[in-house]
């Protein structure tokens, strides 16, 4: 699996760049499925922001608005209920998946409920864009700062540990004041793992373990 882990989409051409050499091919050659499910767990999320999402209208994070051959929904909290055979046919038919911000470990306990956790390492060639929540998942801890709803559903800040680092998206976003520097510095002390603190400009591409900074912002490196 390929991993395009952004704070707040394609947002630039760099990042929409790197998107490209992840897919191998125009986005209109592509298969896109859209993961709307950590906003659901958000509690500033409301119904009309996953309709933005799914339906491509939130310009400020460009994911689903991008051109795709076609585009479908595949929502993680449906999954246990459908037969496993027929939902993971179309997740292996995508070239990409799409999956939207909220609360990381929301959509952590439903990637592992689900059973798209598990299927992930046996697809190599499949393209995960990741959009704040939907990055951070990926990481071994989001943080304590990160978990929305408290008590978190899975009682911890352990997100599946798909990249060795961790992530605090957003980084000096006006609207929120606790992304500071400053809070990236005690948060990313808190964690005994190197972690990114990265802006809305900036992503984190990573292919076979290898990190690439693609950035038209600003963002820092934290060691372990």
Known sequence: MKLLLTSAGIKNPSIHGALLELLGKPIADCR????????????????????????????DTPMCELGWRSIGLLELTALPSIDKARWESWVRQADVLLVNGGDPMYLCHWMRQSGLADLLPL?????????SAGSMVMTPRVGVDFVSTKPSITGDDIALGMVDFSIFPHLDYPSFPDNTMACAEKWAASLGCPSYAIDDQTALKVVDGCVEIVSEGHWRFFGR
């Not at 697809?123 to 959009?131: A, F, T």
Request: contains cysteine; aromatic residues 10%; charged residues 15%.
């Open 123 to 131: 697809l190599p060639e499949m393209v995960w864009v990741g959009l």
């Open 32 to 59: 896109a499925l859209c993961i709307p499910t950590a906003g659901y767990g958000h509690p500033r999320v409301t119904p009309d922001m996953a309709w933005h999402f799914v339906a491509g209208k939130e310009l």
